[in-house]
């Protein structure tokens, strides 16, 4: 079993940036991708970012593309997503999750951390 950790969110006004952490427990050889998700008030949790856990291949959500970047570092088992020029429209609940393959799709991601709160003021 996968446990994740999120940490690194907080308050930060438009323009400015946030790194978040993923810190993961257990085998690392029991995931092959980490997603970074997000959850506004009263919508649904949506893709933002993914990487291959083995050779770092990436995929963005559009709107965070040139902005977010996600990266990882296997000798520590600890996930990445640098958040740059942040906007209002950015604030929700960030979330990593581990899988098996790269995806956009939530359901493709079996363990999920708890979550860290980004407030982005304008």
């Known amino acids: 079993q996968v446990q994740l950790v999120e940490s690194g969110g907080g308050l930060v006004q438009a323009g400015g940036s946030l790194r978040l952490s993923c810190a993961a427990s257990g085998h690392s050889f029991s995931w092959s991708a980490m997603g970074w998700f997000r959850q506004a008030p009263g919508k649904e949790r949506e893709f933002v970012a993914t990487i291959g856990w083995n050779y770092g291949f990436t995929y963005y959500l559009d709107s965070v593309k040139g902005r977010f970047t996600i990266s990882r570092d296997k000798a520590e088992n600890t996930g990445y997503l640098q958040m740059n020029s942040l906007k209002a429209e950015d604030t929700a609940v960030y979330y990593c999750?581990?899988?098996?393959?790269?995806?956009?799709?939530?359901?493709?991601?079996?363990?999920w951390g708890q979550g860290t709160q980004v407030t982005v003021s304008s």
């Open positions: 999750a581990t899988g098996p393959i790269t995806s956009r799709l939530r359901a493709q991601y079996s363990n």
